[in-house]
């Protein structure tokens, strides 16, 4: 609590600051010179869900066997504070908070995600900043902007390192970025952050299982690359658009890394010495959104394919907010309540396709149908693992309310004699999301 009232407090006086300086509020902003080149901005973004869940085998809360449970959380939280302070000068800001629901610890707080600036060496074409950011590499969707997913989540998958080296996401680091032409680019060093540090950090080294290693890291560096061939899109912030519900014409192709020398161990077939080894992913994926028809409507499409090499069948499961705390089943592979195997060694897929219906279908609103599947081939799996998500968005107001009916279905995987996964079967869970935007 002490530090949210030292970073509360730290926003109101510059906020305060700034007002005394600005000359207009206009289109959202509070501009620092007469022309509006220089300005200050101020975004929140609120996601509530109510779920219900079938949870995997052997789930519990807090000691007590659960098979289902309904619950209400609060899946994000943001608030941007980020300014042109200059021709060539730009800071960005964000706190937040992350999967708050029932269990969780109570005045958890916010925390920052992001804390940087940056200089405009030549301005549009090449940027130079550090500090907490979300410049990464890999794909599109390492970095989405939270307030225009398509459905009710991005594909996490794609923050690959997602808080056992990085601040969910977020990585201590400097960059360049640009464009040049139709050319968008991003480069990151990135310093990660200690694996001992994260929640899921386990000591415990194998000959067969690799695992993020707790010797100090070397230097990790990450790269993405697109050539956007029609609407150009912002590279202002690193958040890529999810869909832009017809407002733009886009069609990218984009390839992206991230590489880490030494940043995986495992024990030697002797017990005693352990062996590196590097850590390396590539990604390659296209994205098109584009108004179609006269009323409104609109497409909105992407595809990634992934080579993830964390070492030996390194497997590491996912659970969106989960709504159990615990497990009695240590065959089960996914662990408790809605955890599935989102991340490992091997290859992914992924699609993701909606489409806007026409304006003013319901009163002034209308309806976007999605579908999404992650389809990977994990080395620790003898099957593929497929995580489906699919629903139906009310658009009140575009991305500034609005109103989705989701269900996610996914595969449940028992170890075998080989301490492999095997599907056992499928459970699912239904969510509502309502989201406000001010943007």
């Known amino acids: 609590?002490?530090?949210?009232?030292?970073?509360?407090?730290?926003?109101?006086?510059?906020?305060?600051?700034?007002?005394?300086?600005?000359?207009?509020l206009k289109d959202g902003k509070l501009t620092l010179n007469e022309d509006g080149s220089h300005y200050v901005k101020f975004t929140m973004v609120n996601q509530a869900w109510l779920r219900n869940t079938t949870l995997n085998e052997g789930s519990t809360i807090f000691g007590y066997a659960k098979n289902n449970r309904w619950d209400i959380g609060i899946r994000r939280f943001r608030i941007q504070f980020y300014g042109q302070l200059t021709d060539r000068v730009f800071i960005y800001s964000q706190i937040g908070e992350n999967n708050f629901n029932g269990i969780s610890d109570?005045?958890?707080?916010?925390?920052?995600?992001?804390?940087?600036?940056?200089?405009?060496?030549?301005k549009n074409k090449l940027s130079l900043g550090g500090g907490l950011a979300a410049w990464s590499g890999l794909a599109r969707f390492a970095s989405p902007s939270v307030g225009s997913i398509l459905g009710v989540d991005a594909p996490?998958?794609?923050?690959?390192?997602?808080?056992?080296?990085?601040?969910?996401?977020?990585?201590?680091?400097?960059?360049?970025?640009?464009k040049l032409g139709k050319f968008d680019y991003r480069i990151a060093l990135a310093d990660p952050m200690a694996f001992q540090k994260a929640a899921s950090y386990s000591g415990v080294l194998s000959t067969e299982?690799?695992?993020?290693?707790?010797?100090?890291?070397?230097?990790?560096?990450?790269?993405?690359?697109?050539?956007?061939?029609?609407?150009?899109?912002?590279?202002?912030?690193?958040?890529?658009?999810?869909?832009?519900?017809?407002?733009?014409?886009?069609?990218?192709?984009?390839?992206?890394?991230?590489?880490?020398?030494?940043?995986?161990?495992?024990?030697?077939?002797?017990?005693?010495?352990?062996?590196?080894?590097?850590?390396?992913?590539?990604?390659?994926?296209?994205y098109y959104d584009a108004p179609i028809g006269t009323n409104g409507q609109a497409i909105s499409a992407y595809a990634s394919v992934g080579y993830f090499?964390?070492?030996?069948?390194?497997?590491?499961?996912?659970?969106?907010?989960?709504?159990?705390?615990?497990?009695?089943?240590?065959?089960?592979?996914?662990?408790?309540?809605?955890?599935?195997p989102a991340y490992g060694t091997g290859n992914v897929i992924y699609t993701q396709i909606g489409y806007k219906l026409k304006d003013n279908l319901v009163g002034k609103t209308t309806l976007l149908p999605y579908v999404s599947?992650?389809?990977?081939?994990?080395?620790?799996?003898?099957?593929g693992m497929d995580f489906w998500d699919l629903g139906l968005v009310w658009l009140l107001s575009g991305h500034n309310s609005k109103l989705t009916l989701a269900y996610q279905d996914r595969p449940?995987?028992?170890?075998?004699?080989?301490?492999?996964?095997?599907?056992?079967?499928?459970?699912?869970?239904?969510?509502?999301?309502?989201?406000?935007?001010?943007?």
């Not at 109570?106 to 200089?119: C, N, P, S």
């Not at 299982?209 to 070397?218: C, G, L």
């Not at 390839?255 to 992913?281: I, R």
Request: charged content about 15%; hydrophobic content about 40%; glycine content about 8%.
């Open 1 to 24: 609590m002490k530090s949210l009232k030292i970073t509360l407090n730290g926003l109101i006086f510059i906020t305060l600051s700034i007002f005394a300086q600005a000359q207009v």
């Open 106 to 122: 109570r005045k958890f707080g916010f925390f920052i995600h992001d804390a940087l600036g940056e200089f405009a060496i030549v």
């Open 156 to 178: 996490l998958y794609q923050q690959s390192t997602n808080d056992i080296t990085d601040q969910f996401l977020r990585k201590l680091s400097v960059y360049a970025k640009g």
């Open 209 to 286: 299982i690799a695992n993020f290693s707790s010797k100090p890291p070397k230097f990790q560096w990450n790269g993405y690359f697109q050539w956007q061939f029609f609407d150009q899109e912002s590279n202002l912030t690193p958040y890529m658009t999810g869909t832009y519900l017809g407002k733009k014409k886009v069609f990218n192709i984009g390839a992206g890394f991230v590489y880490q020398p030494d940043a995986m161990w495992t024990l030697a077939a002797n017990k005693v010495d352990t062996v590196e080894t590097n850590m390396v992913q590539l990604a390659l994926d296209a």
């Open 309 to 340: 090499d964390y070492g030996k069948n390194y497997l590491r499961n996912l659970a969106v907010m989960n709504p159990a705390n615990g497990s009695t089943r240590r065959d089960v592979i996914n662990g408790s309540g809605n955890g599935f």
């Open 373 to 383: 599947l992650q389809h990977a081939n994990y080395e620790r799996l003898n099957q």
């Open 412 to 439: 449940v995987f028992l170890t075998d004699g080989n301490n492999k996964g095997e599907i056992n079967n499928r459970k699912g869970s239904f969510i509502i999301q309502y989201q406000a935007f001010f943007n």
